[in-house]
Antibody, heavy 117, light 112 residues
Framework: QVTLKESGPGMLQPSQTLSLTCTFS??????????LSWLRQPSGKGLEWLAS??????YYNPSLRSRLTISKETSKNQVLLKFTSMEPADTATYYC??????????WGQGVMVTVSS | DIVMTQSPSSLAVSAGETVTINCKSS????????????LAWYQQKPGQSPKLLIY???TRQSGVPDRFIGSGSGTDFTLTISSVQAEDLAIYYC????????FGAGTKLELK
């Protein structure tokens, strides 16, 4: 059973950089054909994929690519996301998700991030 | 980007009814190399993270009740929930993973 847990600052000011950590168990980043992704969901709204890391390849939502960096710390079973130039419109719950069959098989509980001055 | 259009946006049902949720993609999700449709369905209950129900358009995730049925191919897909139970009240999303992942806007299933 794969479990994931997101952690982050909760609140930050406009123009700051968001740093999120996904800590997982039950799998390993050295496992082939599996991926870890970040998605977000503004309150009461739909889901948006942000970025994924598959093996040693990174993938980004084209509309947000310039602001995103996904990386991994294999020894710690962690995937990190940096999101620059945060603004109030980026206020959302941010999720980490695990992929083995192509879709997002398992999700973390999410971490709420509020951008406000 | 592939645009996913779900209908209806909300649906009021009574327990025991059968419901159908539709999802249409702006381009085919059927990959000719493996004849698989890159389409998934998720259930999200209030205050919870999404849960994968169906992948490859019609394969149920382990542990998902068999009253949840995914069907369709190409650009038109359906999630059917037979004999709806109170625990099924949630928002349902379709998602394509053929190209850059995108989701439908969701269908809210409510109690009549």
């Amino acid at each position: 059973q794969v479990t994931l847990k997101e952690s982050g600052p909760g609140m930050l000011q406009p123009s700051q950089t968001l740093s999120l950590t996904c800590t997982f168990s039950g799998t390993s980043l050295s496992t082939s054909n599996m991926g870890l992704s970040w998605l977000r969901q503004p309150s009461g709204k739909g889901l948006e994929w942000l970025a994924s890391i598959w093996n040693n390849d990174n993938y980004y939502n084209p509309s947000l690519r310039s602001r995103l960096t996904i990386s991994k710390e294999t020894s710690k079973n962690q995937v990190l996301l940096k999101f620059t130039s945060m603004e109030p419109a980026d206020t959302a719950t941010y999720y980490c998700a695990y992929t083995v069959v192509g879709a997002f098989d398992y999700w973390g509980q999410g971490v709420m991030v509020t951008v406000s001055s | 980007d592939i645009v996913m259009t779900q209908s209806p946006s909300s649906l009021a049902v009574s327990a025991g009814e059968t419901v159908t949720i539709n999802c249409k993609s702006s381009q085919s999700l059927l990959y000719s190399g493996n004849q698989k449709n890159y389409l998934a369905w998720y259930q999200q209950k209030p205050g919870q993270s999404p849960k994968l129900l169906i992948y490859w358009a019609s394969t149920r995730q382990s542990g998902v009740p068999d009253r949840f049925i995914g069907s369709g191919s190409g650009t038109d897909f359906t999630l059917t929930i037979s004999s709806v139970q109170a625990e099924d009240l949630a928002i349902y999303y379709c998602q394509q993973y053929y190209d850059t992942d995108t989701f439908g806007a969701g269908t809210k299933l409510e109690l009549k």
